[in-house]
């Protein structure tokens, strides 16, 4: 008997010997049926910092974690983490970073998020849309790649939907292409550079809410320091919103995310801290 293609990466998956899968499938494939083994996650209207990691690790928040938080995350990173699991969003900080330090407090918000998907139990998550995932979400996959993660991840590439430039989504595929967590039931090579897809569930809430929404994930961004996905968030909503309806502290926080300048202490800090 013929296996079908959902059985086919079904069983791909699930014998994969590395905890990351990456897939390029068409979208047919990921049935209903092929969905029922796993967690469901779709990261195409999630606009959260590393997505989809710090939304699956509060899912699973405890204790536990909130004290490995204090014993492992870097001291200056605690409170970020904790006041996002407990509340949703991350308190401000008020110490300024050196300029020079940054490349450095981002890797260690990559590490403190792979060390707590570490201490999360067993289960298959499959990310749907992952050609949405920012360069920051995908450095996070290649140190899951390596970690002692109990749980398997199913990344899949499925489809077009994006509006941003997926240059580093493309170079990520290109190299994986040649490992052995790979699979890719494409009839064709379909490019997933710049695309127009809406956000539409956004802007299905009343307005006051569609302002919190933006609010709390341009500022999540902000403080954990996810700055490629924060400055194409921020260029997208300023596209999309009606500024002119939007309030000052909407329109404020979107103009903070486009100084992208770090060749001066006021333009990194402007970035990363303005309120």
Same mark, same amino acid.
């Given at each position: 008997m013929f296996e079908t293609q959902w059985e086919i990466v079904q069983k791909f998956v699930l014998t994969c010997k590395s905890p990351v899968c990456i897939l390029r499938v068409p979208d047919s494939v990921i049935t209903d049926e092929f969905k029922k083994d796993f967690c469901v996650v779709d990261v195409s209207e999630d606009f959260s910092p590393f997505k989809p990691f710090l939304s699956i690790i509060s899912q699973?928040?405890? %204790?536990?974690?909130?004290?490995f938080v204090e014993k492992k995350a870097y001291s200056v990173q605690k409170d970020s983490f904790?006041?996002?699991?407990?509340?949703?969003?991350?308190? %401000?900080?008020y110490d300024i970073p050196l300029e020079n330090e940054l490349v450095y407090e981002q890797n260690r918000f990559i590490r403190t998020i792979a060390e707590l998907l570490e201490q999360l139990p067993e289960k298959n998550y499959l990310i749907l849309n992952s050609q949405c995932l920012s360069k920051e979400s995908l450095q996070v996959i290649k140190i899951l790649e390596k970690s002692n993660v109990k749980s398997r991840f199913a990344f899949c590439f499925t489809s077009e939907k994006n509006d941003l430039d997926r240059t580093e989504a493309s170079r990520f595929l290109e190299e994986y292409s040649v490992k052995h967590n790979y699979l890719h039931l494409m009839a064709k090579f379909v490019s997933i550079a710049k695309d127009k897809t809406e956000y539409k569930l956004i802007f299905d809430l009343p307005q006051d809410e569609q302002h919190k929404v933006i609010l709390k994930n341009l500022r999540n961004n902000r403080i954990f320091m996810v700055l490629e996905q924060l400055k194409d968030f921020a260029l997208w909503i300023s596209a999309k919103l009606n500024i002119s309806t939007a309030s000052s502290h909407v329109c404020r926080n979107c103009n903070s995310a486009f100084?992208?300048?770090?060749?001066?202490?006021?333009?990194?800090?402007r970035m990363i801290f303005c309120i």
């Open positions: 699973n928040i405890n %204790e536990k974690l909130l004290d904790v006041s996002l699991f407990k509340n949703g969003i991350a308190d %401000e900080r100084c992208t300048g770090f060749g001066n202490n006021h333009c990194f800090t």
